[in-house]
């Protein structure tokens, strides 16, 4: 049975993982501020900030952890909605620490929760994949790019510890909306909108495609060298409309607006507020809503079916 150290355990998404991990038949050791609650044979939880080197080190050892799920200073863990420059520099303080410390202990695995947001903006309506140019413009694109890189820098000279990057798009699950709302909701004006009939999409990642792939990754053999980036996310995006139809279903909206895509993309450019465009992690730019952006999961698809979707989430 595989010993696993989950950072940032009391968010969402750590939470969650936790107990999918636990429903895996693996050992769970939580850390996080706070508790999360929960209880199993197989789980332990301490109390913990990830900028504690001692105490991180501790865990560690005492437990015999081979392998760690680092979801710490993520946006639906820890982080709040606006990031600043402080929550940059813990980042990159608790990363590097952790990522040093992990090869050191010769931890197996070493897992990364990123983002999408470490692409370059693209105008191509072609999937983007892993090989596809780097450049975030958003600070939280850049915390996490930077994180990669401390991540990429540690095991390249290990040939034990395996450093997989997981490049996530906004996670939902059937509770959990807040990333899904923001594509159809304007907290200016208080009401959910779409463009035209909705029929434009967002990629975003099922929290159980997540769970999945870490498993898949967890429970590979050692058989084939599978560190470095994987696209997790849906196969397919999701639109407007089925987010729409989603939340009127859970009696989260009433009302939906339609709206002018060409009047609001003018508004956009005449009152473009590029700092909230570059902290606010929901950030909706209206300039690409309709643009598709898709994400390739081929690769990781090796890893995991990524069958969860909008439709059958719980």
Known sequence: MRNILVTGASGFIGKTVCEGLLAKGFTVVGTDNSSNGLEHENFTFVAASITSHDQIREIIIRYSIDGIVHLACSV????????????????????KFLYKLAVSESVRDM?????????????????????????????????????????????????VTMGVIMRIAPVYSKTYIENLHSKVYDPVEKCAYMYGYGDYGYSFTCIYNL??????????????????????????????????????????????????????????????????????????????????????????????????????TK
């Open 76 to 95: 639906d863990n820890d982080f709040p909605d606006v990031l600043s420059s402080e929550q940059e520099k813990r980042s990159a303080d608790v990363d």
């Open 111 to 159: 897992l990364l929760l990123s983002t999408h947001m470490v692409y370059a903006a693209t105008k191509s309506r072609e999937p983007i994949r892993e090989t596809m140019p780097i450049k975030p413009y958003t600070l939280y694109g850049k915390i996490k790019l930077n994180s990669e890189k401390a991540l990429q820098a540690a095991v390249k000279k290990t040939g």
């Open 211 to 312: 769970i999945d792939f870490i498993v898949g990754i967890l429970n590979n053999n050692n058989a084939v060298n599978y560190q470095g980036e994987y696209n997790v996310c849906d196969s397919k995006p999701t639109t407007a409309k089925e987010i729409v139809e989603f939340e009127r279903g859970i009696h989260k909206l009433s009302v939906v607006m339609q709206r002018n895509y060409g009047t609001d993309n003018v508004k956009k450019v005449l009152f473009a507020n590029n700092i909230e465009m570059k902290t606010q992690y929901r950030y909706n730019d209206s300039t690409i809503a309709c643009s598709n952006i898709t994400y390739d999961n081929t690769k990781a698809q090796r890893i995991s079916r990524f069958h969860w979707k909008l439709s059958n």
